[in-house]
């Protein structure tokens, strides 16, 4: 994928994310996650049913790298069964860190695979995911 | 302003516009700490060999330099910290713990820092104090008129930045003390942001606390400074105790403790930051700090009428003097600009930089701020404001 088309996507997902909004649900797990360093701050709540993520919702203040990773993992994960999620979650901490992954199941989110160049931008696109680590450790 | 040559962080191929967080070094400063550690290393006020002489006379010379420089009645006024943040505790802990009571109320405004904030939230929250707010003007300034309205017979003490990080605006201090202490209220002054950069003078000014940070004025990390009037530190507790701040103590728990500005500094001091604090200081006195205050007043009209001319530049603090500018790229998140610029080696800062409750004086929640020293240019503004004068900021900074 060229970086016009990276970049495309990217901005297609800040200015027209998914799922933005919270909703008043008491049946969803909601978690709060920011990056200490910068300014990202993000809520988000995720239902889950029988092993199975059958929705997220997420709002909150934060650079487009950090929201369109939001509504992208939002997008990769519905439906996705627990273990499923966590073999997702894997490949993509393994893609942004730029070790070795399986780029069959990262999906949309390889428009993110060479933000390793850009250090700081790493915990922006990782942000989402540790939210979402903390919602399945809380589950 | 021919400082250029003097930093070596500016042989870097980077633009620094971040001054308001620290400040690049000079040479005079950085070989001032290696002497220390290459040719004199002792500890302070031992003097029984000819180098723990020297470091007295470095360390103390230091303490006059600085008394000096703010114009403080003698060096009995001046303690040294770890910076400002160190100080402002040590004022609020040490001094006005014991000294304000349930219902005082204490006056800041939203635009402070959070070192500034804090220690006061925990002393209201542990005398049940009340903080209250002067409102800010349209220009997020504050003026005679709101301090006025916001004084009651409750007010104990007024704390604010001289100026402050993100606004930069120059507070009227000496109007401010003059009013406060007619009613018999204190004035605690955080100078973080305006000693490095104008004539502070604490007897004009009468403050009763002022506080700052060297590495903010071209020294060193970790070395900051607490002046108070001497009436006042006599009274301030220390917060730490131990070592070099005793005059004698026995097994019978008898102690007695040293006159000032010794009893406030327990423990090793941060000797190469002191003399770091120094050399910055002698570098400043050299240029000037009317010199400097004037190069960095320039720079800020010629970067604010520039960036005016930018239709998608939104510049919040057009009106304030000193040499900081908060702004945002229209439609962009501040980070992204902020990351944008860095692709081209300058250096901005983005987000809410410690002062979390402007933003609801403002509206928004983050800016960029660029902020400026002695050694920034207008050739260095013209090629920020070259890198802004582009449609398609967020997508490049991707």
């Known amino acids: 994928m060229n970086d016009d088309l990276k970049r495309n996507i990217i901005l297609d997902h800040y200015y027209n994310p998914l799922h933005k909004g919270l909703v008043n649900d008491d049946s969803y797990i909601k978690v709060n996650v920011n990056n200490e360093s910068c300014i990202d701050n993000i809520d988000l709540m995720v239902k889950i049913e029988d092993n199975v993520i059958s929705d997220i919702r997420f709002d909150g203040e934060a650079c487009a790298i950090s929201t369109s990773a939001t509504s992208i993992m939002i997008k990769m994960l519905l439906g996705k069964t627990i273990e499923e999620t966590l073999q997702i979650l894997k490949e993509y901490e393994k893609m942004i860190n730029e070790e070795i992954y399986n780029a069959d199941i990262i999906d949309e989110a390889i428009v993110y695979n060479d933000i390793y160049k850009q250090p700081n931008r790493k915990k922006c696109a990782l942000l989402p995911w540790r939210g979402l680590k903390k919602v399945l450790k809380e589950k | 302003m021919n400082v250029r040559n003097d930093f070596p962080m500016l042989k870097q191929n980077i633009i620094y516009f971040d001054n308001g967080a620290t400040t690049f070094k000079p040479y005079s400063v950085i070989n001032a700490i290696v002497d220390y550690y290459s040719n004199y290393t002792a500890n302070a006020h031992r003097g029984d060999y000819d180098n723990s002489l020297k470091v007295d006379e470095k360390y103390e010379g ?154 903010k004025m071209l020294g060193p990390t970790g070395i900051g400074v607490l002046y108070g009037k001497e009436f006042l530190l006599k009274k301030l507790k220390p917060h730490n105790v131990g070592g070099g701040m005793n005059v004698d103590f026995t097994s019978l728990k008898e102690f007695s403790y040293r006159e000032l500005p010794h009893r406030l500094e327990a423990g090793t001091p941060n000797i190469a930051g002191v003399i770091g604090l120094g050399a910055a200081i002698d570098y400043i006195n050299k240029v000037g700090i009317d010199n400097i205050t004037k190069h960095e007043q320039m720079l800020k009209q010629y970067a604010v009428q520039k960036l005016n001319s930018l239709p998608n530049i939104e510049v919040y603090n057009p009106n304030t003097k000193a040499g900081i500018i908060a702004f945002n790229v229209k439609g962009v998140f501040s980070q992204d600009t902020a990351v944008y610029l860095n692709k081209y080696n300058v250096c901005v800062r983005a987000g809410n930089h410690c002062a979390k409750m402007l933003s609801e004086d403002i509206n928004v929640s983050s800016t960029c701020r660029i902020s400026f020293y002695l050694y920034n240019t207008t050739e260095e503004i013209d090629y920020l404001v070259s890198l802004l004068d582009n449609k398609d900021i967020l997508r490049e900074s991707l």
Request: aromatic share 8%; proline share 2%; glycine share 6%.
């Open chain 2, 62 to 215: 230091t303490r006059e330099n600085v008394c000096q420089f703010i114009n403080a009645s003698n060096t009995k006024e001046i303690i040294f910290t770890s910076g400002a943040t160190d100080s402002l505790n040590m004022i609020v802990n040490g001094f006005f713990k014991y000294n304000l009571k349930s219902g005082d109320e204490i006056l800041i405004t939203r635009s402070e820092h959070a070192s500034l904030v804090l220690p006061w939230f925990e002393l209201a929250e542990q005398l049940g104090c009340i903080i209250k707010y002067i409102d800010l003007n349209e220009d997020l300034k504050v003026t005679m008129d709101n301090v006025k309205a916001s004084v009651t017979n409750k007010t104990k003490v007024i704390a604010l930045a001289h100026t402050t990080n993100v606004v930069g605006d120059i507070r009227p201090i000496k109007a401010i003390t003059q009013y406060a202490h007619q009613q018999g209220i204190y004035v605690v002054v955080d100078g973080a942001q305006s000693v490095p950069h104008i004539k502070v003078d604490v007897q004009d000014l009468d403050v009763d606390f002022l506080t700052f940070s060297g590495h």
